[in-house]
């Protein structure tokens, strides 16, 4: 699957977004290494703090179905933004988790508008896993 029609998934995911709150409707298409497409879309809730974007809902989709860290090959996200959308914090931090430093990260709009970017660079100075064995000795 090339990148162009893996744009065309993440806006038919787009559509499916639940979006009563904002109406700012994302979509996010996540190739895995195996061939396969996770679909991911926003679903919020009128408690705001529970909306979920696009992207983690592709990325807990791929791992509800047997991905794992690393197994992806690129992300697609688009957003009905004037420039290409920019994921969250929230989002760019389980993007490099799951996805991994290297992991090619196609950022667009529906006009077309593209920036390819990847995890890595989405997230300077990340907080991961080995900070959690970086506490000084008592
Ligand atoms: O990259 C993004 C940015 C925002 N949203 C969602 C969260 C919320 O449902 C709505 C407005 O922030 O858009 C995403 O899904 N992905
Ligand atoms: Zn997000």
Request: with cysteine; charged share 20%.
């Amino acid at each position: 699957m090339n990148t162009e029609q893996l744009i065309e998934e993440a806006k038919a995911a787009r559509l499916k977004a639940y979006t009563p709150y904002s109406n700012f409707k994302v979509g996010a298409a996540l190739l895995a290494r195996d061939g396969r497409v996770f679909h991911g879309c926003n679903v919020e809730n009128a408690a705001y703090g529970l909306c979920n974007c696009a992207e983690r809902t592709a990325f807990f989709s791929a791992f509800a179905q047997g991905c794992g860290p690393g197994d992806f090959d690129k992300l697609v996200v688009v957003g009905e933004t004037d420039g290409p959308i920019a994921p969250c914090g929230a989002c760019r931090q389980v993007i490099l988790e799951l996805g991994g430093n290297e992991l090619p990260v196609i950022l667009t709009n529906l006009k077309g508008d593209v920036f390819e970017t990847t995890a890595a660079a989405q997230l300077p100075n990340a907080f991961g896993g080995q900070d959690l064995k970086r506490k000084p000795a008592p």
